[in-house]
């Protein structure tokens, strides 16, 4: 029953949007980009720098199994599988919301000390109490390095597509447990 209810949401979809004159998904110019081996390398740098096979575990342990040993088997999957095969796999998808530049400048971020703090403190870091009033404490240069234009629009663009991360996170994952099966 879901089944066919997605199917007709989705032939709705097809059939409306020609009428209407959908948009293009991206402007030509970013379209070109993404399918520049030195855009897909950028990105699938700051895939590494951000440890995004993390990123997949999350998914996996967020994600439903009929049993216990069905969810260990996919856990099993994943530590198997190297890191820098979830980049490159994760990377050319990723390329066509991740500009370049924001590869870049993001990748250069996380690989600061900070950022590598950031990245640490987001996958390894127990709940924190923070009693109100109390603001956590952020060095001068990283203050300043956070105000910086480039920065400030990397990261925003950056946040506009983690949906679209965790989204092909989680058909990465389909497909590696698949893989195995």
Known sequence: MKFV????????????????????????AR?????SAAHVQAVQDLLGAMQAEKVLRGVAARSRYQSQAQRQAVFDKLAKTPPAQVYRRLAPPLARVISADTALE????YQTPYG???VHNKYNSASQIMMPGMKTVVPPEEKKERKRAAYVKASAELAQAQPVLE?????????INKEGS
Do not use: I, W, Y
Not at 106 to 109: A, D, P
């Open 31 to 35: 379209a070109a980009a993404a399918a």
């Open 167 to 175: 989204h092909e996170a989680f058909k990465l994952l389909q497909l």
């Open 106 to 109: 993001m990748t250069r971020f």
């Open 116 to 118: 590598k703090q950031v």
């Open 5 to 28: 209810a997605h199917a007709v949401l989705g032939l709705s979809f097809a059939l409306v949007n020609p009428v209407v004159g959908a948009a293009p998904a991206a402007p030509p």
